[in-house]
C-alpha cells in the first residue's frame, strides 16, 4: 500500500498545466492526494499495530505504565485533582508531588479523547485509548511532515516525506501500538509547531507565529524535549541575524513566538519560572534581546550614513556581548539562574555521566548509538539526508538554513544519546524527500524525450534506469520497514516470546504471573521494594505501594534500596524494616536467560549506593579475586553474601539436582555456593523463575535473632534432611 | 408502686412478645416413623438428603408438615426440593419467617411442605427432601505443607433434626475416601461403614440435636469458591449473536501453606501427577458452538488457555493455593438461534432462554449478578428464572453507539448457588419491532452526516491570512 503511495506521488509532482483541462488535473490531483494520504495515514496506523496482534492491546515497556496510570486517575478524577495529584503509593515513604512533576500533555490529550468518544457513542475502555493513542498521532505526524516539507521544497517532496515518516523505524520506535510514552505525542507536536514556525517566518504573520506559540506550548506539556524547540528556533533566528537575513517578518514572528510561546509554557506546573531562570532557556531570552538591538539598529541604519553605522555596530556589539555573557556568569554565579542540569552536561561530555551521575548512565536509552543503528533505525534515508542537506545549502533559503541547523545539531545529539535518535529521525526524512523528489523531479520527467516525435534513447534509459533504481531502493525501505517494525519494536517487554522444543511459540508472561499475585494477594497497603525499573510496572499492574521508581527524582532513596540489595541479610534487614518495606522483588533470568535481570544490573546498585556510602559499599569487593564478575563457587565473599546474589539463586541449584546452570552468565552453581536465606522467607516465585519476591520474616518472638532461629532449625532438621532432589520436568507450559 | 408494676408489666409483655416471635411451635401432629439425613461431602458444597417416613397422630387429617433446619444452614440455602418417595411428585414447598430458639443459642429455621391432599390419622406417608447450601467443612490444620494432604473438619448435629419426634433416625456422611469422627462422646459414636460414617438412633425427641458431631475427612480438591460473579449476556438481533462475559472473583477457601510457596517444591509435587488442594486448571463447559473465546484478567490477556470442543480449560496465571484469589473475566460468542425463539402469536415477540451459569465445576457462588442486554428498543414482557432471584430490576445501559436510551439491560441478583443449579435457565420473553430494529442504523447514519455537514461548511470559511 505505501509503495503505490509513494511511487504515485512522485508521478504526481508534475506542475499542472494551465489549459483548458487545467481544472480537470487538478480534480484529480486532488483526488490522488487524498487517496495518498488515506494511504499513508493506514500505512503509519498498521505498521504499528504488529504488537497488538502478535501479542494483545497491552501497554509496553516501563515509563507508559506510569503514564496509562496517571491518565486512569486523570479519567477517574476531576483536573484539578490531578494537577494537585499527590501520589502517597509510589516512593515510600516520601510519596510524589506527581501532578507538578509531570508532563500532562500526554495524559489529557488522551483523556480528551475519551471523553469525546464516549460522548459520540463510542465507551472505549481508556486502556485501548491509550495503546492506540501513539499510532493515531503518528498519522497526524505524517500531516505534518507533508506541510513542513512542502514548505521546504513542494508537494511532492512533501508527500514523500510523509510516507517515509509514516513507516520510519526511527519513529516507530518510539510510537508503537501500546508505547504510551510522552513521545508519542511529543513528536507530532515538534512536527506541527516547526510547520508553524516555517510558515510564520515565511509570512511574518503573527497568526502562525502565534498558533507556533500554543503549538510550543502544547508541546511544553507533553515532553522535556520542548527544550530543543526553545533553542533551535532561537538558533535559527541568530544564525539569519548572521547570514544578514534580518527583515520585519523575523521580528514580528519570533516576538510573537517568544512572547507567547515563554508565558504559555510557564503555566505548567513543572515548568514553572524555569524558562527565565534556567540556562537551558536563555538562549531564547537572548535572541529575543537581541532581535530588539538590531531591529533598533535598522531604524538607526535607515537614518545615518553607512560609515557611521560601521563604527556604531562594532561598538555595540562588543559592548552587548560583554554585558550579556557577564550578566549570565553573575546571575548563575548568585543562583538566580539554575545552572545545566546533568542531562545536559552529559550531551557534550559523554563521559560526564559515567563518572558524576550513574544513576543517569545507567540508563540503556542514555548510552551513545552504535552507528549501525542509523542504518538500522533509517535505511537508505540516512545516505539520502547529506545529499539533501547539500541540495538546501546550494539554494539556502531562510527556511533552508532551519533544516540545515536542525539537521546538524540533532545529528550530534543522535550520536550521544540513543534516545535522541528520535528528534533526528524527522529531519532526516525531510532531507531524503527533498533529495530524492529533486531526483524524480529530473529523472521521472519523460517529456523531453518524446520531443520531435523521435524517441532520445540514451536520455530515456537514464532515466529509467535511475528512476527505476530508486524505486527499487524505495521497495526494499518498506520491506525493510516492515521487517524492522515486526522483529524489533513490537515486542511489549512485559510478555516475552518464546519457543518451546516442538516449535510452537509460547509467550513467558511471568512479570504479569507476579505483579497479578501481588495484586491479589497481598494487603493493599504492602510496601514492595524492587530495584526502581520495576517500580511503574508494580505501581501500575499489581497496584502496590513502591518504595523507588522510574521517576529517579531522589537518587538518594535509589542509593538506599540499593544498599539494602548489596548488603548482607541483617543489614538489608534493618534498612527495610526502617523502610516499613513488606516484600522484596528480584528479577532473575538465569532458568530463562533472560539477560536483563537484577544480577546484571546489580554492579550499578552498587554504584549508586557507593556514591552515597563509600565506606559501606565498595564496588571492588563484587569482583572475584582475578577481577572477574562470577556468581558460582568463584565469587567474592561479600558477593555471596550479599541479598541480592542469595534471593537470586535461593534452591536454585536444587532445581538441577544440585547443579544450577546460570544460563545468562553461563556459570554453574552448587547448592553449597548459595547461602542460607534467615531473615526472608520466599512467598512467591514465578513459573519461568523470572520474578521472585520475598517476605521479610516477622522478629522472632523469643527476642532471638533470625539468623539464630535459622541456625537452630537447620541443626535440627540436618539429621532427615533429604539430599537428593528429583529433577523437576522443565518444559514448563501445558 | 403504681409505676413499678406497670414497668413489671412492660417487662413480662415485651418478654411474651419476643417469645412468641421467637418461639415457632410446629403443631405436634406428626411423627417420624423413619428418618435418613444422608450427608455427601465430597464437593465445596454440602449436599443433603433427607428420607422421610411419616406418620399421622393427629386425629384429623392434615397436610402441612414443617421440617426444621439449623438456622445457618438455612441461611446458605442453595437447593431445595421436595419429593414423593418412588414417585416423580415435586410437592409444594416454601419457608416460614419463624424460628425458634434452642436452649444452646442456636437456632432453627422452617421450611413448610405441603401436601396435596391431607393425610388421614395414622396414616404413613413417605417423602425425600434434597438440598445443598453453601456450606461445608473447614481446613484443619488450617495451615499444611504444599506436600500435604488436605483435610476438612465438618461439625454438624448428630442426630438428624426435626421438629418432630422420631422413631428411628439414622445420619450418615459419603463422598470422601477418609471418614473419622473427632472428639467422640463415649456411647455415641458413628460407626465406619461403607462408603462412609453411619449412626442410628432410636427414639429421638423433637429438636434434639445430641451431642455435637465434628468429622474429619480427607478432600485433597481446591475448594472452588466465587465470592463474585458478575456475567453479562448481549443479545444482538442483527449480527445474530449472543455474547457471555463473565467476570469471577474466585477464592480457594481451602487450607493455607504453611510458609512461603515454594516455586522448587510445587515443581517437584507437580511431578507426582496427582490431585492437589491447589487448583491448577479450571474447566468451564460452555454452550454448543462458541466461538471467540477469550481470557483476560486485570492486567490483560492470559494465554494459557485450550478449548477442546466445548469445554474451555483455564489455566490462571499462578496455582490457586489456599487462602489465595484469583479475578479473572472469561468471555464467548454463540449463535443467537441456538438461544431464542420467535413467540407465539406475533412475529415481534421472542422467548430467549440462557443459562444460568457455565463456571466451573465443583464451585459455590455467594453472589451472582446475571445480566442479561436486550436490543436498544426492546420492551421486557415476562422473566422467569429457574432458581428464585434475590432482586431482579430491568434498566438501561449505554453502550456502543447507543445514541438513544441504550440497550435494555434485566439484571437479576443471586445468592449462594452452586454449580448443579447452572443448568437451569433463565427466560425472558420480550418484543422487538422492526421499527426499533431499523431506527438503530438510521440514527448512526444521521449522525455521521451531521458531522460531514459540519466538517464541509467549516471547511468552507476562509482562514487564509496573505493579503
Redesign the interface.
Known amino acids: 500500500m505505501t509503495a503505490t503511495g509513494k511511487s504515485t506521488s512522485a508521478k504526481n509532482t508534475k506542475t499542472p498545466v494551465l489549459t483548458e483541462s487545467g481544472s480537470l488535473i487538478k480534480w484529480v490531483q486532488t483526488i490522488l492526494t487524498l487517496g495518498i494520504f488515506l494511504a499513508i495515514f493506514g500505512a503509519a496506523v498498521s505498521s504499528r499495530l504488529f504488537s497488538v496482534i502478535r501479542f494483545e492491546s497491552i501497554i509496553h515497556e516501563f515509563d507508559p505504565w506510569f503514564n496509562f496510570r496517571a491518565t486512569k486517575y486523570l479519567v477517574t478524577h476531576s483536573f484539578l485533582e490531578f494537577l494537585n495529584w499527590f501520589d502517597d503509593r509510589t516512593w515510600y515513604p516520601l510519596g510524589r508531588v506527581t501532578g507538578g512533576t509531570l508532563y500532562p500533555g500526554l495524559m489529557t490529550t488522551s483523556g480528551a479523547v475519551w471523553h469525546l468518544l464516549r460522548r459520540i457513542g463510542l465507551p472505549v475502555d481508556i486502556r485501548n485509548v491509550c495503546v492506540m493513542f501513539a499510532p493515531a498521532f503518528s498519522g497526524i505526524t505524517a500531516l505534518a511532515t507533508y506541510h513542513f516539507t512542502k514548505e521546504i521544497k513542494d508537494s511532492g517532496a512533501g508527500l514523500l516525506a510523509a510516507a517515509f515518516m509514516a513507516i520510519v523505524p526511527g519513529y516507530i520506535s518510539r510510537s508503537v501500538a501500546g508505547s504510551y510514552d510522552n513521545e508519542a505525542i511529543a513528536i507530532t507536536l515538534l512536527m506541527v509547531t516547526f510547520m508553524f514556525w516555517i510558515k510564520a517566518q515565511k509570512t511574518g504573520s503573527i497568526l502562525h507565529a502565534t498558533l507556533t506559540a500554543l503549538f510550543y506550548f502544547y508541546m511544553v506539556s507533553a515532553w522535556g524535549g520542548y527544550v530543543f524547540i526553545t533553542n533551535l528556533i532561537p538558533l535559527h533566528v541568530f544564525i539569519l541575524i548572521l547570514m544578514g537575513r534580518y527583515d520585519a517578518k523575523l521580528y514580528s514572528s519570533y516576538t510573537t513566538w517568544y512572547a507567547i510561546g515563554t508565558l504559555a509554557s510557564m503555566q505548567i506546573p513543572f515548568v514553572g519560572f524555569l524558562p527565565i531562570r534556567s540556562n537551558d532557556h536563555m538562549a531564547a531570552l537572548g535572541v529575543f534581546g537581541l532581535l530588539q538591538l538590531v531591529a533598533f539598529g535598522h531604524f538607526v541604519k535607515t537614518k545615518v550614513s553607512s560609515d557611521k553605522f560601521r563604527v556604531v555596530m562594532i561598538v555595540s556589539l562588543a559592548l552587548i556581548l560583554i554585558v550579556g555573557v557577564a550578566a549570565l556568569f553573575a546571575l548563575t554565579y548568585f543562583g538566580f539562574i539554575a545552572p545545566w542540569t546533568g542531562r545536559f552536561y552529559s550531551l557534550w561530555d559523554t563521559n560526564y555521566a559515567k563518572i558524576h551521575i550513574p544513576i543517569i548512565a545507567s540508563v540503556s536509552e542514555h548510552q551513545p548509538v552504535a552507528w549501525p543503528a542509523f542504518f538500522f533505525d533509517t535505511h537508505f534515508l540516512i545516505w539520502l539526508f547529506p545529499a539533501g542537506v547539500f541540495l538546501l545549502f546550494l539554494e539556502l533559503k531562510n527556511e533552508h538554513v532551519f533544516v540545515i541547523v536542525y539537521s546538524v545539531l540533532c545529528s550530534y545529539f543522535a550520536g550521544v544519546m540513543v534516545r535522541l535518535m528520535l528528534t533526528l529521525t524527522p529531519v532526516i526524512c525531510v532531507a531524503a524527500a527533498v533529495a530524492l523528489s529533486k531526483v524524480f523531479d529530473v529523472y521521472l520527467d519523460f517529456s523531453h524525450t518524446m520531443k520531435d516525435k523521435k524517441v532520445n534513447v540514451s536520455n530515456l534509459v537514464s532515466r529509467l534506469l535511475v528512476s527505476s533504481t530508486f524505486i527499487f531502493y524505495l521497495v526494499l525501505f518498506v520491506l525493510h520497514c516492515v521487517w524492522v517494525n515486526k522483529m524489533a519494536y513490537s515486542s511489549p517487554s512485559v510478555v516475552l516470546p518464546s519457543t518451546t522444543y516442538d516449535g510452537r511459540t509460547i509467550l513467558i508472561d511471568d512479570f504479569r504471573e507476579a505483579y497479578y499475585w501481588l495484586r491479589l494477594n497481598t494487603k493493599e497497603d504492602a510496601k514492595i521494594a524492587s530495584w526502581w525499573d520495576y517500580g511503574y510496572q508494580i505501581g501500575g499492574m499489581a497496584d502496590r505501594t513502591t518504595l523507588v521508581d522510574n521517576n529517579t527524582w531522589n537518587n538518594t532513596h535509589i542509593a538506599l534500596v540499593g544498599k539494602a540489595m548489596a548488603s548482607p541479610e541483617e543489614k538489608s534487614y534493618e534498612i527495610l524494616k526502617q523502610l516499613d518495606a513488606d516484600y522484596v522483588l528480584v528479577i532473575f533470568g538465569g532458568l530463562l536467560g533472560f539477560s536483563g535481570d537484577d544480577v546484571n544490573k546489580f554492579l550499578w546498585m552498587v554504584r549508586i549506593s557507593e556514591g552515597i556510602w563509600p565506606d559501606e559499599i565498595n564496588e571492588r569487593d563484587y569482583f572475584s579475586a582475578s577481577g572477574e564478575y562470577r556468581v558460582d563457587a568463584m565469587a567474592s565473599q561479600t558477593m555471596k553474601e550479599c541479598l541480592m546474589y542469595k534471593m537470586s539463586y535461593q534452591g536454585y541449584p536444587e532445581l538441577f539436582g544440585g547443579k544450577g546452570i546460570d544460563k545468562v552468565r553461563g556459570q554453574t552453581l552448587l547448592p553449597d555456593d548459595v547461602l542460607p536465606l534467615d531473615y526472608f522467607e520466599e512467598v512467591f516465585t514465578s513459573e519461568n523463575w523470572l520474578v521472585r519476591l520475598y517476605q521479610l520474616k516477622k522478629e522472632d518472638s523469643e527476642g532471638r535473632s533470625l539468623k539464630d532461629v535459622g541456625d537452630y532449625e537447620r541443626s535440627t532438621s540436618k539429621l532427615n534432611k533429604k539430599k537428593n532432589f528429583k529433577k523437576p520436568d522443565l518444559d514448563l507450559r501445558v | 408502686m403504681v409505676q413499678l408494676s406497670i414497668w413489671w408489666l412492660t417487662v413480662f409483655l415485651w418478654s411474651l412478645k419476643s417469645v412468641l416471635c421467637q418461639q415457632f411451635q410446629p403443631p405436634k401432629v406428626w411423627e417420624n416413623v423413619e428418618l435418613r439425613r444422608l450427608v455427601d461431602v465430597e464437593h465445596v458444597y454440602t449436599i443433603e438428603s433427607l428420607e422421610l417416613t411419616i406418620k399421622n397422630v393427629d386425629n384429623h387429617a392434615n397436610s402441612e408438615y414443617f421440617l426444621a433446619l439449623p438456622k445457618i444452614t438455612f441461611d446458605q440455602l442453595s437447593v431445595f426440593s421436595v419429593q414423593l418417595k418412588d414417585k416423580q411428585v415435586f410437592l409444594d414447598s416454601g419457608f416460614i419467617e419463624q424460628t425458634t430458639l434452642l436452649e444452646d443459642g442456636s437456632e432453627v429455621a422452617y421450611g413448610r411442605i405441603q401436601f396435596p391432599t391431607p393425610i388421614e390419622p395414622n396414616e404413613d406417608v413417605a417423602f425425600n427432601v434434597n438440598m445443598s447450601y453453601n456450606m461445608g467443612g473447614v481446613p484443619y490444620p488450617k495451615r499444611i505443607a504444599l506436600a500435604d494432604e488436605q483435610h476438612l473438619l465438618l461439625s454438624t448435629t448428630r442426630y438428624p433434626l426435626s421438629a418432630y419426634e422420631t422413631k428411628q433416625g439414622t445420619t450418615e456422611f459419603f463422598g470422601s475416601e477418609d471418614f473419622q469422627e473427632f472428639h467422640a462422646p463415649r456411647g455415641y459414636e458413628l460407626e465406619k461403614r461403607e462408603p462412609g460414617l453411619v449412626g442410628i438412633w432410636d427414639n429421638i425427641r423433637a429438636l434434639d440435636k445430641g451431642p455435637e458431631l465434628q468429622i474429619l475427612y480427607s478432600h485433597n480438591l481446591p475448594m472452588k469458591q466465587v465470592v463474585n460473579l458478575q456475567r453479562d449476556v448481549w443479545v444482538s438481533h442483527w449480527a445474530g449473536t449472543i455474547q457471555f462475559e463473565e467476570y469471577y472473583e474466585l477464592l480457594n477457601r481451602g487450607a493455607q501453606l504453611s510458609?512461603?510457596?515454594?516455586?522448587?517444591e510445587h515443581?517437584?509435587d507437580?511431578?507426582n501427577m496427582r490431585l492437589s488442594h491447589y487448583c491448577g486448571?479450571l474447566e468451564m463447559n460452555l454452550p454448543e458452538d462458541s466461538s471467540e473465546h477469550y481470557f483476560t484478567?486485570?492486567?490483560?490477556?492470559?494465554?494459557?488457555s485450550?478449548i477442546f470442543g466445548d469445554n474451555i480449560y483455564l489455566?490462571p496465571?499462578?496455582p490457586i493455593f489456599g487462602?489465595?484469589?484469583?479475578?479473572f473475566t472469561v468471555g464467548w460468542t454463540n449463535p443467537l438461534t441456538n438461544f431464542l425463539r420467535v413467540g407465539e402469536g406475533s412475529s415481534d415477540s421472542y422467548i430467549i432462554s440462557v443459562p444460568l451459569l457455565n463456571g466451573p465445576e465443583d464451585t459455590v457462588y455467594d453472589n451472582v449478578n446475571l445480566s442479561l442486554y436486550l436490543p436498544e428498543g426492546a420492551k421486557v414482557e415476562t422473566i422467569e428464572s429457574a432458581t428464585p432471584s434475590t432482586k431482579t430490576e430491568v434498566t438501561t445501559q449505554?453502550?456502543?453507539?447507543?445514541?438513544n436510551n441504550g440497550h435494555v439491560k434485566v439484571t437479576l441478583n443471586f445468592k449462594n448457588l452452586i454449580d448443579q443449579v447452572g443448568t437451569g435457565e433463565l427466560l425472558i420473553k420480550y418484543t422487538y419491532d422492526h421499527e426499533s430494529a431499523y431506527k438503530k442504523p438510521l440514527n448512526i447514519a444521521v449522525?455521521i452526516f451531521a458531522a460531514l455537514m459540519g466538517f464541509f461548511f467549516l471547511q468552507s470559511i476562509n482562514l487564509s491570512?496573505?493579503g
Not at chain 2, 510458609?259 to 522448587?264: A, D, V
Not at chain 2, 487462602?323 to 479475578?327: D, L, P, S, V
Not at chain 2, 449505554?398 to 445514541?403: N, P, V
Open positions: 510458609k512461603g510457596f515454594s516455586r522448587l515443581m517437584v507437580q511431578q486448571v484478567d486485570k492486567v490483560g490477556m492470559v494465554t494459557t485450550r489455566k496465571r499462578y487462602g489465595w484469589k484469583y479475578n449505554k453502550s456502543y453507539l447507543d445514541l449522525y491570512v496573505s
